[in-house]
């Protein structure tokens, strides 16, 4: 279904930059939302999840679809400069965005990620693996367990899928781009 | 249900600053997220709404549950400077915001927002009605009509809503915070 709409509604803008933003990061389509969400819970839902972590903008509604599903909660890293509104207390990272060439730090409150969580990563796209290894990295600092990662588009044409598998991290990719030359979407099966 | 957890969960940590980031800004309670989205359903599911207006990051996840009782798409104005992924040709306006005392541009991709949609604002806190102001900006440059505005938490101490009333928008917050002097938070029945 996720590879069908992409085919059909998703423009190649860049050679490495994919436009999704009619159904996942700028318009959402949530019933699609609904069905990833189910799905990453077929994957991941016999493996004790007691914590889902994203980051903000474009993973929360992701991770929300997929909690309705596991019932916990949803943890977002916030990025930038701390701010009135978040504790002083926080365990923090970097990640870098090649997309927007930018480099922000990113932080979550100490209190919320205990160490007998058990996590699950979930991200609209992975195609360095920066922003995962930003989360990864903060839950290596808690002492929680990071139980996998559920990616709902991978570009596997870049690094990040390849790097996170070596490190024997549980990654589910709900679509995996192999090429998309030219402008030609591929899928990998 | 959500006066309670204020009630019980939220910190007023400056004069007018009340931290939630345990269910509803950091930490997402989706459970109870699921009950305020049924609860918008309940108060404009009559009203024939096409689509859900909010800004990133936390009026993703609030619009998302929303949206999955409405089924209609929801649409999260992008804050800051456009940026690859997104569309060159854009509503745009400027939000306030106070408690973090900074302006930033935000902006729709004019092609997600037609002139034919019924469109719900949907936000997690009105204080200054700063941002509320910048959605209906741009709904305003799109032609769309403006069906209501929902909140999940109102400072009726604060003037947001008291204007977005009187220019007669249908505007529906779910708890209203009367004051929160001393630490104290009463609650506008």
């Given amino acids: 279904m996720l590879e069908e709409r992409i085919a059909r509604e998703a423009t190649v803008i860049a050679p490495d930059v994919l436009r999704v933003d009619m159904f996942l990061n700028h318009m959402i389509d949530t ?3 609904g069905e990833l969400g189910r799905e990453f819970y077929r994957l991941f839902g ?28 949803v943890l977002f890293a916030k990025k930038g400069r701390s701010n009135k509104t978040l504790d ?11 997309t927007k060439d930018v480099t922000t730090g990113i932080s979550v409150a100490r209190r919320f990620l205990p160490a007998d969580d058990r996590v699950l990563v979930i991200d609209d796209f992975l195609a360095h693996g ?18 996998g990662v559920g990616i709902a588009i991978e570009k596997g044409f870049q690094p990040g899928g390849a790097v996170l598998r070596e490190q024997g991290i549980r990654l ?12 030609e979407i591929r899928f990998s099966r």
């Fill in 31 to 33: 019933d699609l939302l």
């Fill in 46 to 73: 016999g493996d004790a999840i007691t914590k889902i972590l994203t980051v903000e903008a474009s993973g929360i509604a992701i991770a929300c679809a997929a909690a309705s599903y596991f019932r916990v909660p």
């Fill in 88 to 98: 002083a207390d926080v365990y923090s990272s970097e990640i870098h965005s090649f």
């Fill in 130 to 147: 920066s922003a995962v290894r930003g989360l990864c990295d903060i839950i290596g600092q808690s002492g929680a367990a990071l139980a």
């Fill in 172 to 183: 589910e990719s709900l679509a995996i781009i192999e090429s998309m030359d030219g402008g």
